[in-house]
């Protein structure tokens, strides 16, 4: 059997992704580089047709590199979308988290995409230090994700176009873009998260 070039590289992703033991190990420190796997195990939503929302199944399996990657990497405007003033911002102090800032990047394997890295809040237990949760906002076609580095995981749009389009838009070359009355689909999703 013959596979593309593209096809061998997500082939050879994916094995190796599948022999990693899941270390689940804590993550205690705001400098520590690490690597999640997270994997969608079901969505459900809502699809705007003929006028009205839809109830609908999404389909799931999605699964998602989720990097955290230097301050260096984020100094390279090509691959990064965050900025510095925000990574040392001083931490936000809550009763019994503290709140920072850490660059992420974000590789979907299936469908082979890699969005560019972005600031994603990250939740730290002020007792023992611990990084417990993840919050990275919906962007460049990615939805919001709000995950536990060894534990679950949430995902929603939540840009929503609830006004009507008020004519169907075109392409340049005349083909249909989006019809008159459009509206987004709505979904939400939960998955599990392991470090690797």
Not at 1 to 23: A, E, H, Q
Not at 50 to 71: C, D, P, V
Not at 86 to 101: A, G, H, N, T, W
Request: proline letters at 5%.
């Amino acid at each position: 059997m013959n596979y593309n070039p593209s096809m061998k590289k997500l082939l050879l992703l994916v094995s190796l992704i599948l022999t990693f033991n899941f270390s689940n190990a804590e993550i205690t420190s705001y400098d520590e580089q690490f690597t999640i796997f997270c994997e969608i195990e079901s969505s459900t939503g809502f699809n705007w047709s003929n006028g009205n929302w839809h109830q609908t199944k999404f389909k799931a399996g999605q699964q998602y590199l989720i990097k955290k990657e230097s301050e260096e990497h984020s100094k390279d405007k090509n691959v990064s979308l965050c900025p510095l003033k925000i990574l040392k911002k001083e931490p936000e102090d809550f009763p019994y988290s503290v709140v920072r800032y850490g660059c992420y990047s974000m590789k979907e394997l299936k469908s082979n995409k890699n969005y560019v890295s972005e600031p994603c809040r990250e939740w730290w237990d002020k007792d023992s230090m611990e990084l417990f949760k993840l919050s990275c906002p919906q962007s460049s076609g990615r939805p919001k994700m709000v995950f536990k580095p060894n534990g679950l995981m949430h995902i929603h749009n939540d840009e929503l176009n609830l006004n009507a389009n008020p004519k169907a838009q075109y392409f340049s070359n005349g083909d249909l873009y989006l019809p008159a009355d459009y509206k987004n689909s709505m979904f939400i999703g939960f998955g599990r998260c392991s470090t690797i």
